[in-house]
C-alpha cells in the first residue's frame, strides 16, 4: 500500500490488513535469513532487524492505532454530532481567487502551474522588442491578432518618423501556439504560422518539398502547409526561432517576477498622471 488510508467505514479493516501484509513481508525475510545461517552459507548484506525494531511495522501498527482511535470517536458518543458517521475528506473550494492579484490567473508552464498572466512579445528582425501584452488566456491563439495589430502599428509609427523600408513590416513569422483558421485568416500582412513542431516541420519541409502551386480547391490550413513545405517558407520559419528566441531568453534571465499586479496601470485612472497620448 502506498500514500494514506482514506477515513471511512473501512479505514480501520485496511489499516489491518496493511499491518498483517507488513508483518508477514518482514517475517519472510526473517525466516531467508535464518535458513541461510541454517545452511551453513553466509549471508549478504544487513541482516533483517527484529520484528520489533521494524520501522514499516512500527508505522503500520500507529496507523491501526490511529484508525482504532477515529472510529472509537465515530461511535462513542451518541450526542456528539456526526457520531456514527464517517467523516468526509476537505476538499478546495470549488472557486479560489488571489488576494493580492485577483487579476492573474493559474497558467501552465512546463514546470508546472504558475499564478500570473501569459505574456506575449512582438520582435522585429533585429531582436528588438515592439509590443508587449499581458493576457489572462491560458491559449496564445486569440493572442496573435491583437499582438500583430500592435506590430503593424509600432511598425507605421516608426516608418511615419524616419521613411526607412527597415522599418516596414514584412512576413509575420509564428510557432504552431498560434495555428487556427481564424488567425490564418485574419485580415493583416503576410503571416508564417508553423503547423507543427519546429523539427517536425523542418522534416517535412526536407522529406515533401513543394514544388508546384497548392490544389486550387485548397484549405486555407492546407495552403499554408504547402507554403511551409517551399524553400523561402523554410527559410523564413529557421529565422522565427533565431529572431524572437534569444529576446524571451533574455528577459526570463534578468525578469523573474513582475513587480506590478493588475493588467491595468496605476495612472489609468488618474488624469494628472496619464503619459502623453500617441497616434
Known sequence: MTGRIPDGPHRLAEAQAHLAREIAGHQAKLDRHAAIIAAGRRPMGRPPVPMEQSTRVLRARRVVQAAERAASEDSGSPSRPG?????????????????????????????????????????????????????????????????????QHAAARLHAQTGSDDHLLGTVLADSGYASDANLAAAGPDRLIALAKGRDQSKAAACAPSQAPPPSDATIRQVMAHRLRTEEGRTHCKRRGATVEPAIGNLKTLLHRFSRRGRTPHWANSSSQRPPATS
Open 83 to 151: 457520531a456514527g458517521k464517517h467523516r468526509k475528506p476537505k476538499h478546495l473550494p470549488d472557486v479560489v481567487a488571489n488576494t493580492t492579484d485577483p487579476q492573474s490567473r493559474i497558467m501552465p508552464t512546463r514546470r508546472g502551474f504558475l499564478q500570473g498572466y501569459n505574456a506575449q512579445l512582438a520582435v522585429s528582425a533585429d531582436h528588438v522588442i515592439v509590443a508587449v501584452s499581458l493576457s489572462q488566456s491560458t491559449n496564445d491563439q486569440a493572442c496573435f491578432v491583437p499582438m500583430m495589430q500592435a506590430a
